[in-house]
Each structure stands twice: as C-alpha cells, then as structure tokens.
T-cell receptor, first 117, second 119 residues
Framework: GAGVSQSPRYKVAKRGQDVALRCDPISGHVSLFWYQQALGQGPEFLTY????????KSGLPSDRFFAERPEGSVSTLKIQRTQQEDSAVYLC???????????????FGSGTRLTVV | AQTVTQSQPEMSVQEAETVTLSCTYD???????LFWYKQPPSRQMILVIRQEAYKQQNATENRFSVNFQKAAKSFSLKISDSQLGDAAMYFC????????????????FGKGTKLSVKP
C-alpha cells in the first residue's frame, strides 16, 4: 500500500479483555517497529521485527504484551487482560531495509488509540 | 542509556515569524542520527528533518533548519515564516546506527513540544 495502515483507529476495551491491534506496513518493507505513546508523552519503543523475525522485544512492558509478524508483512500486537495503564496510542512504523530508516526516516501509521475502561 | 529532553512543553508563534524548539540529548556514542518529527492531530508522525552526527553542516529543509551542537549535545529546530499548518506536536528523536552494539535502530523520543501558530 501507499502508507502504513493501522486498525482499528480507536478501540475501547473493558479491563481484563484481550485486544489485537493490526499494522499493515508498506509493501516490501523489511523493518517494522511498534511504539506505545501515553497521553502527553513521546512514543516509547516496544518491539522490532526484521521480516518475520522478532529481533528485539525489550520494550514490551509485561508478558501480557505479545507481537507477531508470521509472514513478514502484517503485524499484530496483542494485549491480554488489559489494564487501565495500557491506555495509549499504539504506533507502528516501517522502513524498507534495516538502516534505511536512519537515512530516509521511518514511515509511521496513524496509530490505534486504546482506551481501557 | 540514551535520553532525549525537550524542555518546552508548549510554544507559540505568530504566523510568518520564526520560532526555535529546543532539544538536548545524552549519549556516550559518537555516531548517531537525530530527527525532528511532527505529529498533527491525525497522530501520524511525519519526518521534518534529520541530521547525521558525523556531519558538521546543519541540515536544512525549506523553512526548517537545525542548529546541531554536538559537543553540547543540542539539536534545536528553527521554523521560519511559520504557517498555520505548522501547528502540531513536535518530537525530537535519537537513533543509534544499527551496527552499534547490535542496536536495531529504534528511535528514542523526547516528550514533545506543542506548537501553536497565531494568525
């Protein structure tokens, strides 16, 4: 596609509910990042994929967070047993090749705003 | 660990005038990249300008320019001839090169500066 597409745009979940957030990167982009942006804060790194391989998950805040990219394209971020502190915007970003993001900047999606009530 | 600090939560500028947004960072690395991103209400992060640390020349993109002071670890953004469409959150971001200690090149962001443009 022409850009990074994320869905849903908004998600309201009851505390304890499981949610799945989808990221569809630009076709052919190898590198994919997930970020969490709390209200009034800058985005914080969650996890990184190179094709289907999850090479870095050091930013995932707990074992309730899980991400996958099974075919090296679409990625899903899953949050189990959501809690109020999970409320945030979840951003996805991609770049064509590792290292290209630094030269040309990553392409970000518009994010999913998750509200846990 | 690297950190990025934006000390101005909010800034305001008159249309057609110039404004400077501040950013400082802390790192022990000698080679890295710095970015300014714009985030409008649509939430999509849009790259404004980038700087490679090994380049002494300050980056410029049309009305946007940076003042990169490597020794002081400062990276400010200057917006000239401000336009109403410039109103947004602006984030400064740091990135290690991917080869450095196995870094995958994720971005480290500051907390942002909300820029308002007055007509």
């Amino acid at each position: 596609g022409a850009g990074v597409s994320q869905s849903p745009r908004y998600k309201v979940a009851k505390r304890g509910q499981d949610v799945a957030l989808r990221c569809d990167p630009i076709s052919g982009h190898v590198s994919l990042f997930w970020y969490q942006q709390a209200l009034g804060q800058g985005p914080e790194f969650l996890t990184y994929f190179q094709n289907e391989a999850q090479l870095d998950k050091s930013g995932l805040p707990s074992d309730r967070f899980f991400a996958e990219r099974p075919e090296g394209s679409v990625s899903t971020l899953k949050i189990q047993r959501t809690q109020q502190e999970d409320s945030a915007v979840y951003l996805c970003a991609s770049s064509s090749l590792p290292g290209q993001g630094a030269r040309y900047g990553y392409t970000f999606g518009s994010g999913t705003r998750l509200t846990v009530v | 660990a690297q950190t990025v600090t934006q000390s101005q939560p909010e800034m305001s500028v008159q249309e057609a005038e110039t404004v400077t947004l501040s950013c400082t960072y802390d790192t022990s690395e000698s080679d890295y990249y710095l970015f300014w991103y714009k985030q409008p209400p649509s939430r999509q992060m849009i790259l404004v300008i980038r700087q490679e640390a090994y380049k002494q020349q300050n980056a410029t993109e049309n009305r946007f320019s940076v003042n990169f002071q490597k020794a002081a670890k400062s990276f400010s953004l200057k917006i000239s001839d401000s336009q109403l469409g410039d109103a947004a959150m602006y984030f400064c971001a740091y990135r290690s090169p991917p080869e450095y200690r196995g870094s995958q090149g994720n971005l480290i962001f500051g907390k942002g500066t909300k820029l308002s443009v007055k007509p």
